[in-house]
């Protein structure tokens, strides 16, 4: 690739850990899809003489553009603009349109809170619209505007909360100057397959040996990764390379041959998406436990889940489980509250409860308390049941700490009802 | 601080942000602890070019210590330590005792292997017994050493696995080399402050005015930072100094006289931490619509939480709030799902079913779609029960996307709770 970029990333608090930084790999990521090479990410605190020097280090290794997240605010510490617009020898100009924009949006958002002064807070935000001469105004998300300052490098700077920089980072990519920075860089075609139930040097295996066998496989630029409790295979080539295209066909066919049990997407799409698709026409409710709701929220994460989720409940002690679910007190005495007939007589009973047609039930032990030899930690049964009567129902052992052993339940239990749905058990 | 650090991460998988750097923010806190402060972290690839370029960045910078992570492996794309010998300006040499541990980790581990051709895994791996010289080797915890290479700056090199750089970091930390680099370093006191319900323009605005009335406010180092809806601030000064330390009790006055009610707390613990112990002794029950399981599951987050939590349900459609919480079709049909009686209805409701002495319920829309003029999406109900009488019901407008609505409802229900079982409501 011959357009090369860099990614400074400020705020104190992401340099310091308080705050995971979302958007030096959220643009990686987007820099990958367009067919920029990316050199180097830097994190530095609110302080002008670091985000100076790793802006000029970043030039000083020939980048054609600098992306900047953070510093964008209406505070002492906000400051990115000011250092950029040095840094781009221009100078900081007050944009009269822009001023107006975000007192509109100070104003409405003061609506919320009476008890602040709004002037006080408008005279506050008024520096955000100070932008370098001749730079392209991003418009506010919140109420922050970026800025795209062409040059070489060409730097757009961006707002650090990852829902403001996300929409903008795509308003930048269309102006011209950003489209001229990267003019350069070559087409790649990203393909993602998904695997579920493969451990991770299992496919390192199938990889190496598909290297031997898969004609023109050097072709291919394959990253695999671990991504909550899935494999996610990226394979990119020149689109225009029929020998590439050939390999990646070569490589699919591997895969499907050797792990498709566990190959579950060749598009891309996640489980979320393929459950959604799943449900339509559906009623599904949840039972869950150790999970404690995440089930649920997982299932209406997406906007017009309401069509096909009806509910579910949190049965978190033994009282609740038969109170709500008429699970029989004298199951948990046999078999314990994490056990097979326990999910199974919690999935029948969320069913009937919501008069549902699908229920997924999770009762397990996710930790750091209440493990024994025979169930320890990581222990999650899981059970889903369809009003056309198919029930399909398992123990598995999950690795981690309380929170992954609670998110990566979702994960499976996502995965079952796939399979329930799908008739593959 | 007078001693000062610079982090450099290596690895393509976590330049792509395929994989999720741990190491920078650990290491982070680590240096925070110390007293060390840290001026820069920066990611790069597996490219040898990009990997110098950076040491030699920190060190233009005048760091005193630079700490690396990954490139310690068997494989071609493992180079660091060549990297940073060349770096240093010292000669690579084979360090025979080093060569034999490593042949012994790995004949142990490929025991479990009995296809792998062993020999040609130590030959591989022999490169890993190569160091700078002069260096203090730091004995692998898994098969690779990382090293001390003592000078100016001094350069920490240590493995990728965050399972093998955290034991190695501390032993690096007690060499006389890195005592030696860190030497000069300044002990900081931390004090953490959180508020809800103030925006972060206002708080800006205060610590101006607390900059001009009081004294010593420039001894203070403060950040900012909004996160899950609420301001956190991080305020550092040398805990020696007596003006430093009246100034920071200085400006807890101006905060609590302007922002007594929004700040709830000055010893840095989470709105969580705090419910969890005002839930002592009590049985909790949630009843959610548009967060369909989150705040049950954000109460569930800690470990013996099943010691208050008896669960909740999950109301998704109108038909659920009826037969699962007894919420009468008519109120529903009469102010709409999302209203104050309704959410009235469902905390009553839910207290009832559970039998619990607390209750939290939530009705909302989170959007894209299913708003309206009168309620836009955001608008959200909240509504607090206690069996002891008190009923605190409160309709907010949330800012954001769908994810954000449902995750910052979760958080505004956990400051109601809070004001609710302290009776400041």
Chains 1, 2 share one sequence.
């Not at 418009?139 to 929409?167: F, H, I, M, S, Y």
């Not at 689109?239 to 066919?253: I, Q």
């Not at 566990?262 to 891309?268: T, V």
């Not at 698709?277 to 997982?298: D, H, P, Q, V, Y």
Request: aromatic letters at 4%; proline letters at 5%.
């Amino acid at each position: 690739m011959s357009v090369r970029a860099g990614i400074v990333v400020t705020g104190t608090e992401v340099l310091t850990g308080r705050v995971q930084d979302r958007n030096g790999p959220w643009l990686a990521d987007r820099l990958l899809e367009l067919g920029v090479e990316l050199g180097h990410i830097t994190l530095c605190g609110d302080r002008p003489a670091d985000i100076e020097a790793q802006l000029r280090f970043l030039a000083e290794q020939g980048v054609d553009l600098i992306i900047t997240s953070g510093g964008l605010g209406p505070t002492a510490d906000d400051m990115t603009v000011e250092i950029v617009s040095r840094f781009c020898g221009r100078e900081l100009v007050l944009d009269a349109g822009l001023e107006a924009t975000i007192g509109d949006i100070v104003t409405r958002l003061m609506a919320r809170f009476p008890d602040v002064d709004a002037e006080a807070v408008i005279a506050a935000n008024r520096k955000q619209a100070l932008v370098p001469a001749g730079a392209v105004i991003l418009d506010p998300v919140g109420t922050a505007p970026g800025v795209v300052v062409p040059g070489t490098p060409t730097v757009v700077v961006l707002p650090g909360p990852p829902r403001e920089l996300q929409p903008m980072w795509q308003t930048a990519v269309a102006t011209p100057e950003v489209q001229a920075a990267i003019a350069g860089r070559t087409h790649y075609r990203q393909q993602t397959i998904r695997m579920f139930g493969l451990p991770e040097s299992g496919l390192a295996e199938t990889l190496r040996d598909a290297e031997r066998s898969v004609a023109g496989f050097d072709r291919l630029e394959i990253t695999t990764c671990l991504r909550r409790g899935e494999l996610e295979i990226v394979t990119r080539y020149e689109p225009e390379s029929e020998e590439a295209a050939a390999a990646y066909a070569g490589l699919l066919d591997v895969l499907r041959e050797r792990h498709g049990r566990a190959l579950f997407s060749e598009d891309g799409a996640l489980v979320d998406d393929q459950i959604a698709g799943l449900l339509a026409g559906r009623r599904i409710a949840t039972a869950e436990s150790c999970t404690a709701g995440l089930l649920a929220a997982r299932l209406t994460e997406r906007a017009g889940s309401s069509a096909y989720v009806a509910g579910g409940v949190v049965v978190y002690s033994n009282a609740a489980k038969t109170d709500l679910l008429g699970v029989d007190a004298a199951l948990i005495d046999e078999h314990g509250a994490v056990s097979e007939p326990v999910a199974e007589a919690m999935a029948a009973g969320v069913l009937q409860r919501f008069g549902a047609d699908t229920a997924v039930a999770i009762t397990g032990i996710a930790g750091p308390g209440g493990g024994s030899e025979a169930k320890p930690v990581g222990t999650v049964c899981f059970s889903v049941a369809l009003t056309e009567g198919a029930t399909l129902t398992r123990t598995m052992r999950l690795p981690g700490d309380r929170s992954d052993v609670r998110e990566r339940s979702t994960t499976v239990a996502l995965h079952l009802l796939r399979r329930a749905l799908t008739g593959d058990s």
